[in-house]
């Protein structure tokens, strides 16, 4: 049986472990730095065991020893953001939580595929590869497939038809600039653009990239995790058995789409290595405009962590 | 009392049963003309219940009222192909077939899967027989062509299955029309991610998919993609969930065509098709679908 350590026991994190043992996916381990809370939750779910028909064990630890030759570590640690908080608000709390999680991963786990998850994303995803030493494809972020799993189902729930039916790609950084790409989204196999109007498509990429604040501002005290911890729990399963998964994610690029030494939101292959290709799709000007401005805010990101950061 | 009925316990009968068990869509009744082949078959099932955890009940029966009340039934009665044979060759024989079950289940409430071949002219013959609305009879061409372009997209591009959308329309036979402007992966036109060369040849395995397995397994025809396909169809009705497949429907004007069926997509629910898709073709794409209408036309008008 593989292995999958969930670090962050918070809603996130304890959602994803959800999701892993209902589909029987790996054993868990989930740390939290809260005494006997990861211990409570993960008995918790194996009494549930019998009902729902776990076969994988689930473990839960303050320490981090625990995660010990872990297949995949999904890092979830850190704060969740407030009404009114920007994503960048977060940056110096979860830095520091991200650089002891990416250390311990590296002395517990040094085989093990890195999934990050705590916001600002893409900040984070650096942090993480940069405080671990792995290989460029062995970290990846969570950021473009939550950001499709949103614009589909407000395109399924639009046309009055099925999400699974509904394909969408979105790229760039997980923020406000994200950049949804109705040329590359597709109902069945048909074009987004011959079943909506422009204007129409154009409130649904808004609404996208607002997707997380609109829970936020629902929930008041709180922020998603229901969607956040499926779209982790796909990349997990993708990673696990090798499921060769074209989805987008946040990855580390070396000169695609004119970036790099930049994570960024495109359009990856996941299998049993990471991040096994990086897909380069024809954009328009208008696209490669918007990605660069995604890439610019993210940009921005990662220096403000420079004036923050002490490696090590 | 079933939601879901069988006509004809064969290998796509019992395997659709089989799929449909295996997903917990619904109960199952099955029906078929010889005595205890589908009480046999459902009892077999049943005993694997408890280790597969079914939550619904498969009956067998001879009794075709069994099936009335169901809220779909498909049709998988008929012979099957041979090597060497097209599906319209199985035409005359199984349209007797079809006949009889047309017939019994006219006034019927609930929607007609039809899988039996050649499947375009079974549901054009079950239509005329069975008087029953023409949203109501669907059949299974467009779905399994696509499932199997899905299949081949997959393997050539190295992505797994459920990334990729296919769409295959018009006659379940080598005129097939495999779409590839709205074939996607995650939304990524295929043509971007593949060749021409290639994409031609797995266009090609497509169209050939089904006379490849007759010629591979000589004793019989293929009937795990047909029932995967059938009980995809069966799910999207019994639990309304506007999923988009392509099935093939009497035409009342797509293209300027009428009076003929072929797959194009469409919205499933409850009440069979809901709404139909027509993707934009071009010329010859639309001169080849009439090719297809008119020697539909004839064959029917043979028989």
Redesign the interface.
């Known amino acids: 049986m593989s292995k999958v350590s969930v670090i962050g026991a918070g809603n996130v994190g304890a959602t994803a472990v959800y999701y892993i043992a209902e589909k029987n996916i790996a054993d868990i381990v989930m740390v939290d730095v809260v005494p006997g809370m990861p211990q409570g939750k993960a008995a918790d779910f194996m009494h549930a065991a019998p009902s729902r ?1 776990y076969n994988i064990k689930i473990v839960g630890s303050n320490d981090y020893a625990e995660i010990a030759d872990s297949d995949v570590v999904v890092m979830t640690a850190g704060m969740a953001r407030k009404p009114g908080m920007d994503r960048m608000d977060l940056l110096k709390t979860n830095v520091n939580i991200a650089k002891q999680a990416a250390q311990a991963i590296a002395t517990y786990a040094p085989n093990a595929l890195v999934i990050a998850v705590s916001n600002p994303l893409d900040v984070i995803s650096m942090v993480t590869l940069k405080e671990s030493g792995f290989a460029l494809k062995r970290v990846v972020g969570m950021a473009g497939i939550l950001d ?1 799993t949103r614009f589909r189902y407000f395109i399924a729930e639009k046309l ?3 999400p ?2 509904v ?3 979105v790229l760039g950084g997980h923020g406000d600039t994200m950049v949804p ?1 109705p040329r ?8 987004l653009t ?1 079943l909506l109007d422009s204007a129409t498509i154009e409130q649904l990429v808004d609404r996208t990239r607002k997707g997380g604040a609109e829970i936020v501002s629902y929930l008041k005290k709180g922020s998603a995790y229901y969607a956040p911890a499926a779209s982790v729990a796909k990349m997990v399963e ?1 990673m696990i058995k090798d ?5 987008a994610a946040s990855a580390y690029l070396r000169g695609e789409y004119g970036h790099r030494d930049i994570f960024l939101g495109v ?1 990856v ?1 996941l299998g049993r290595n990471g991040v096994e290709k990086i ?1 380069e ?2 954009l328009t000007e208008q696209e490669q405009t918007a990605l660069d401005g995604s890439a610019d805010a993210v940009q921005e990101g990662v220096k403000t962590l420079e004036s923050i950061y002490t490696p090590g | 009392m079933a939601n879901i009925a069988i006509i004809g316990v064969g290998n796509v009968g019992a395997n659709t049963a089989f799929f449909i068990a295996e997903k917990n869509i619904g109960s199952v009744v099955m029906y078929d003309i010889q005595d205890g082949l589908a009480q046999g078959k459902a009892l077999d099932m049943m005993e694997a219940a408890p280790i597969r ?1 079914y939550q619904y009940g498969i009956s067998g029966t001879n009794s075709v009222d069994d099936v009335a009340d169901a809220s779909v039934t498909v049709v998988a009665a008929g012979t099957v192909r041979e090597p060497g044979t097209k599906r319209d060759d199985l035409f005359t024989k199984n349209a007797e077939i079809i006949d009889g079950i047309a017939q019994s289940m006219k006034g019927y409430a609930g929607t007609v899967v039809i899988a039996t071949e050649p499947v375009d002219l079974m549901v054009m013959r079950f239509q005329e027989k069975s008087g029953l609305d023409a949203s109501r009879v669907v059949g299974l061409g467009g779905v399994l062509d696509s499932t199997r372009l899905r299949y081949a997209l997959s393997r050539e591009l ?3 299955t ?2 990729i ?3 295959v329309v018009g006659r379940h036979s080598d005129q097939m029309m495999p ?1 590839v ?9 295929v043509s ?2 593949m060749d021409e060369v290639h994409l031609a040849q797995v266009l090609d395995e497509t169209r050939n998919a089904g006379d490849l397995i007759v010629e591979m397994s000589q004793r019989s025809s293929s009937f795990y993609g047909p029932s995967a396909a059938a009980a995809d169809v069966v799910q ?1 009705i019994v639990w309304d ?5 392509p099935v093939s429907f009497v035409w009342d004007g797509q293209y300027g065509i009428a009076g003929v069926a072929m797959s194009l ?1 469409t ?1 499933l629910g409850f009440t069979g098709i809901e709404r139909v ?1 027509e ?2 073709l071009s010329q010859d794409q639309v001169q080849n679908l009439k090719t297809s209408a008119d020697e539909l036309t004839s064959i029917y008008a043979k028989a």
């Not at chain 1, 499921?243 to 989805?247: A, D, L, S």
């Not at chain 2, 402007?181 to 036109?189: A, E, F, L, T």
């Not at chain 2, 969930?241 to 497949?245: F, Q, S, V």
């Open positions: 028909n499709s009055k038809v099925l699974q039916d394909m969408a790609m790409l590359y989204t597709s109902v069945a196999g048909f074009p011959e993708a499921e060769k998964r074209f989805v359009p292959l897909y799709l024809d | 955890g190295g992505i797994t459920e990334n959308t296919a769409t779409l402007d709205y074939s996607r992966v995650n939304g990524v036109p971007t991610l999207a969930t506007k999923r988009i497949l997509p919205v898709l993707p934009k």
